[in-house]
């Protein structure tokens, strides 16, 4: 069966916590007995960190666009000026989000069956592929198409957290922490992507 049952137990009970995978991100036998004090929290900061870099670059894919959307549309469109490019940079920035939202239900089955952490290399994987893709689309449709195509591909926001929680094993106090961290990488992407891209 791909769930797995962890037993934690308590002063009064016994609490179940089913996991999606037996990875060993998430092997509790691994973190309890093999490693001590010193190697949990490396392994913990490393998690942290990966799943941080991976905040950062979904919110570059969303917002890295903006600051040159306008420009690619002029590139892409003929007779498109500054007075009439708005709508289509629009579209162009747009059309990840419609992507996103046909596809995020189902990255959420994905992880259940297949694990977090295989939907977030695969979501990792294609997005450099379709960044590529659309970074060199000759013309203003196919450009939609590929950053469409790039939203429908990106599954890393509904694991990331479920991650966060399932790693952390119930302790609210290291899950708290850890959630701040890795989801203040997405505000702090929003800060230095436009710079970066523009």
């Not at 900061?45 to 979904?58: D, E, I, S």
Request: charged share 15%; net charge positive.
């Amino acid at each position: 069966s791909s769930l797995l049952m962890s037993t934690k137990n308590t002063a009064n009970d016994q609490i179940e916590t089913p996991l999606s995978e037996n990875t060993l991100l998430l092997n509790d036998t691994i973190i309890q007995i093999n490693c001590n004090g010193k190697d949990a929290d490396r392994k913990r900061f490393y998690t942290t960190v990966a799943l941080a870099v991976a905040m950062v670059v979904q919110s570059f894919l969303l917002i890295g666009v903006f600051s040159y959307s306008a420009f690619m549309a002029m590139h892409l469109v003929p007779n498109l000026n500054e007075e009439n490019a708005g709508s289509r940079a629009g579209f162009i920035a747009s059309s990840f989000m419609v992507g996103r939202t046909i596809s995020s239900f189902g990255w959420g089955k994905i992880s259940d069956r297949y694990g977090r952490v295989f939907v977030i290399k695969v979501s990792l994987l294609s997005s450099a592929v379709f960044s590529i893709l659309f970074g060199i689309a000759p013309t203003f449709y196919m450009a939609l198409m590929w950053r469409c195509i790039l939203g429908l591909c990106n599954g890393l926001m509904g694991p990331i957290k479920v991650l966060i929680t399932e790693f952390n094993r119930g302790d609210t106090d290291k899950e708290t922490q850890m959630m701040a961290l890795v989801l203040g990488m997405w505000g702090f992407g929003f800060l230095i992507n436009p710079a970066i891209t523009g």
